[in-house]
């Protein structure tokens, strides 16, 4: 499975979680490769052309852009492509600093790990730095 981590967040993060999951790969029943949507599909790639690519990999999303869910396009093609997608909701419009953001996706990497395994897609669920995942 793949799980990109969306360019609003650090590459740096995609390249250490992929890291970091390389040994338990091989203890789990689905391999789990990270990568991030600014290294793989470059700066400012528009979502209309990044999500049909991720679609074809079945992958997964994690991101702080709201956007892709409340915009009537962006929702419906996120959909069509059948993505599994994790919002992170920051405390403020500033988003999380660096540190923060390392360590609110780290702290939940085995759920979303659990539920992109469960859920059929699509599915999109969101949670902020005080709260769990809810399904939207």
């Known amino acids: ?10 590459p ?9 999951q390389q040994p338990l790969n091989l203890k789990e029943k689905v391999a789990i490769e990270v990568k991030s ?7 400012g790639a528009q979502d209309e052309d990044w999500i049909p690519k991720a679609g074809k990999e079945n992958a997964i999303i994690i991101t702080q852009d709201y956007r892709i869910q409340r915009d ?16 992170f909701k920051p405390p403020s419009n500033n988003g999380f600093n660096y540190w923060e953001m390392v360590e609110q996706v780290v702290k939940r990497w085995e759920t979303v790990k659990k539920l992109a395994i469960k859920e059929k897609r699509p ?14």
């Open 1 to 10: 499975m793949i799980v990109y981590i969306d360019e609003n967040m650090p």
């Open 72 to 87: 009537k396009n962006q929702n419906a093609l996120y959909q069509e492509h059948g993505l599994g997608i994790f919002f």
């Open 12 to 20: 740096q993060l995609a390249r250490g979680l992929n890291i970091l």
């Open 37 to 43: 949507i600014k290294d793989e599909f470059g700066q």
């Open 123 to 136: 599915f999109a669920y969101r949670c902020s730095s005080r709260s769990d995942f809810d399904k939207i």
